[in-house]
């Protein structure tokens, strides 16, 4: 039971590229966030889901696309990378029986050069 | 306003004390959740304890319990016998339900504890 995973773990973007992080779970979670974490201010919510097909801003959204086209994916895509979005950033599920309950996975690295 | 605060950036605890961290939340919602997590320096993120604004009961989790005060609206976090694997980051976090799955994290507490 591998859990929440998420691709890559470390990558290096110049400015105005584009790339799309990639987080997979395999406990039939049915919502699904990403988060990011910067230096002296905890995690803060880009996305969620709350299930197949369906995606809705959190706290931070701009810059920032998702999709949910399975229900074992959420992938967060970032069309123009700004500096600002450098940033650590996790993934986590959770399910609807249980969903105080949040699993996360072990974050990808991003530096926007 | 800050959601979450927490005002202890560094703490430091004796090998087999006990050691409170503050939390303090701002809502307006009756209907919340109140969470710790801990992240290690490896960088992953562990859910501890959950408190609910309903439930009448402290929530407890082995060494950790939630000192839940709902009218001071804050949720300290008690580690009891601390550990020297309990050195980490934790970090204090509240949903509020009627805003669907908002999830608000303070900004952290590093615990160290001392052998």
């Known amino acids: 039971n591998a859990g929440v995973t998420q691709t890559p773990k470390f990558r290096v973007l110049k400015t105005g590229q584009s790339m799309t992080l990639l987080c997979a779970q395999d406990?039939?979670?049915?919502?699904m966030y990403w988060y990011r974490q910067d230096p002296g201010m905890g995690l803060r919510l880009i996305h969620y889901s709350v299930g197949e097909g369906t995606t809705a801003k959190g706290e931070v959204p701009d810059g920032y696309n998702v999709s949910r086209l399975k229900k074992q994916n959420f992938l967060l895509g970032l069309e123009s990378a700004a500096p600002s979005q450098t940033s650590v950033y996790f993934c986590a599920s959770s399910s609807l029986i249980k969903e105080e309950t949040q699993y996360f996975g072990p974050g990808t690295r991003l530096l926007v050069l | 306003a800050q959601k979450i605060t927490q005002t202890q950036p560094g703490m430091f605890v004796q090998e087999k004390e006990a050691v409170t961290l503050d939390c303090t939340y701002d809502?307006?919602?009756?209907?919340?959740?109140l969470f710790w997590y801990k992240q290690p320096s490896s960088g992953e993120m562990i859910f501890l304890i959950y408190?609910?604004?309903?439930?009448?009961q402290n929530a407890t989790e082995g060494r950790y319990s939630l000192n839940f005060q709902k009218a001071r609206k804050s949720a300290n976090l008690v580690i009891s016998a601390s550990q020297l694997g309990d050195s980490a980051m934790y970090f204090c976090?509240?949903?509020?339900?009627?805003?669907?799955?908002?999830?608000?994290f303070g900004t952290g507490t590093s615990l160290t504890v001392i052998p």
């Open positions: 406990m039939n979670h049915e919502y």
């Open positions: 408190q609910g604004s309903y439930d009448q």
């Open positions: 809502t307006s919602d009756p209907s919340y959740g």
């Open positions: 976090a509240m949903r509020e339900f009627s805003t669907g799955n908002q999830f608000y």
